[in-house]
């Protein structure tokens, strides 16, 4: 599937993967139902990722939550997009498994990974950001939003939070423990990486 170039926004994980499923939209590289968009958190928000660009060595960086996403063709291995990694762009989930995601049974249980799978099209058609997490109190800008507008769905200006949610009650697609992603996306548990 090709992506193209693209400018990721600093900070706006799930702006950068909303254009990159746009791009693929209107490009037609891939089929849209094959795309799907994953948020990596938990009831904590906290969770470890590695090989990220800002972490250093082989130090995992903490994410209050973290979005990818993922290509699911039927001709090959699933394939992940992640502009925040170091790992090849895109990396088989099968590389992105044993060397950014890693195992749940060797960190502490708060740090355990869930995963919201969202099929793409639905992300395209119900996501809403106003940008409001990206503001200090004061209503002052943490860092520079991006030059387009924010992105609104037909029904809301700002749901990022039940994307983030890991309550299946919540929000769209499935959320999955770390295990039954990899089971279902790759067909071995973080367990046998």
Known sequence: MAIGRLTPAAYIREENVWKLCEFVRSERTAPLEELFVV???NENRM???WKQKSGRGDQPVIWDYHVVLLHV???SDC???DLDSELS???SLQVYAAQALRSDHNIKPAYHRKLRVVP???FLLKFASDRSHMKNSDGSWRMPPPTYPPIHSAECQMNLDDFISMNPAVGWGHVLSLDHFLLRYTGNSSSSS
Do not use: N, R, T, Y
């Open 47 to 49: 969770v470890p990722l």
């Open 89 to 91: 762009f895109p990396c």
């Open 73 to 75: 063709g039927l001709q």
């Open 39 to 41: 948020f990596v958190s």
């Open 79 to 81: 394939l992940v997009f």
């Open 120 to 122: 793409a099209d639905s």
